[in-house]
Every structure is written in structure tokens, then in C-alpha cells.
């Protein structure tokens, strides 16, 4: 059964441009929903936590709409560097110490670093040519769409080989529009441009400009409801 959709902002999410070689060269975060809860804690702290991926995370002690997966991204007001604070302490070794107590913490989901983007990128070109491989029939688009019970992941390959990925609200419509939109002002803003270089990252303050626009279109002129 899909969770319920309302009461969250129906919007797109993201952009992402993939090259032919399965290389990120542009991406663009619209809308990020942020489930963040911040508490004051006495000690000791009755959540365990742990380092995963370079970040400190729940383990156990779900409580207060704090859960399991989430990550500590603020320390008493201030933003955390990874698994550090701000003042370049351990975070763990930090909140072992009554002393720093009562203490303010914030959670929320982790937020995706530039490498972590850069590999997931990659990881969904190799998913694209493993659908077109396993397609029963010769000349498969491979994949299209996939979804989730919160977004849906719409993709357009031109071509060439590039790959317009956009992270939408599973009830925002026109999304089809939107990538051909994409593509039109990546051929007219960034192929055109005489210092780009082909298959590099895309670095044009009229392509963000354009795209920015045609995000903000979208979204206003899409109509809600089951297709997409």
C-alpha cells in the first residue's frame, strides 16, 4: 500500500544531466523536502548512534519523530561538517561527555554530498543499459520511469547518448514536456555556447537561468492527478 499524499508539497524535485559515459555534468536541486526535528537532550542521550558513510546517524531510539537512518546536522544551532561539529570535534566522543549537556540536536534525512550524486548517477546509466539489454524486443528505449510510493524519476535520452533525468511529485503532470524543454534549452544554452565543451560539466549562468524558468512553468501550469 503507497503512503498518503497529502499534506506534502506536490513539486519537482530535481534535475539531473547524465553524459554517454555515465558521468554527471549538471544537476540542479528544485525542491528538497526536509523532515527535520530538533530536540533538547539531558544526559546521557537515549538514542544510540553511529558513523555511516561519514556522517552520525540513528541506530536505535526511534522517539518525537526522530528515526532510525536519520542523521545529526545541527549541534546546538550550529551545522555539523560530517561526522564533526563545527569546532572540528568527534560528535560521538562530543555527546559521550555530561559536561556538554543539556544539548540541542537536529536530525534529518542525510543530505546527498556531490560524490554521492556523482555515483548515483553513474549507477543509474549502468541500470539504463542493463533495461535495454534485458528488453525482449531489439532498439528498447530502456528506462523511462520509475517509481516510488513519494517521487517518481522520469528520463529522456537523446541520440547522442544524454541522459535528462528529472525527480517530480508522482502527481505532477507534463513531466514529458518538461525533459524535451530541458533538452531544448541544454541544445540552445549550452551546445551553442562557444566555451562549453562537449560532454563536460555544464557551468552557464543562461542555461540555469532557462532551466530555473521552465522549472517554475512546469510546476504552475501542471495539472494533478494519476498520469504524469
Known sequence: MTAPLTGRKMAIFSV???????????????YVPR??????????????????????VVSFGQRDGIRVGHAVLSINGVDVNGKYTAE???????????ANYPVSIRFGRPR????????LASMFHSLFAIGSQLSPEVGSSGIEMLETDVFKLHCFQTLTGIKFIVLADPRQSGIDALLRKIYEIYSDFALKNPFYSLEMP???????????????????????????
Open 35 to 56: 523532515a527535520e526535528v530538533e530536540k533538547t537532550f539531558s544526559f546521557p542521550l537515549d538514542l544510540v548512534l553511529k558513523i555511516h558513510d561519514e556522517k552520525v
Open 112 to 119: 546527498l554530498t556531490s560524490n554521492e550524486k556523482l555515483m
Open 202 to 228: 555544464i557551468r552557464c549562468e543562461l542555461f540555469d537561468q532557462n532551466l530555473k524558468s521552465a522549472l517554475e512553468v512546469a510546476e504552475k501550469a501542471g495539472t494533478f492527478g494519476p498520469g504524469s
Open 88 to 98: 572540528g570535534k568527534e560528535i560521538l566522543e562530543y555527546l559521550k561527555d555530561p
Open 16 to 30: 539531473y544531466v547524465v553524459n554517454k559515459a555515465g558521468g554527471l555534468i549538471y544537476q540542479y536541486d528544485n
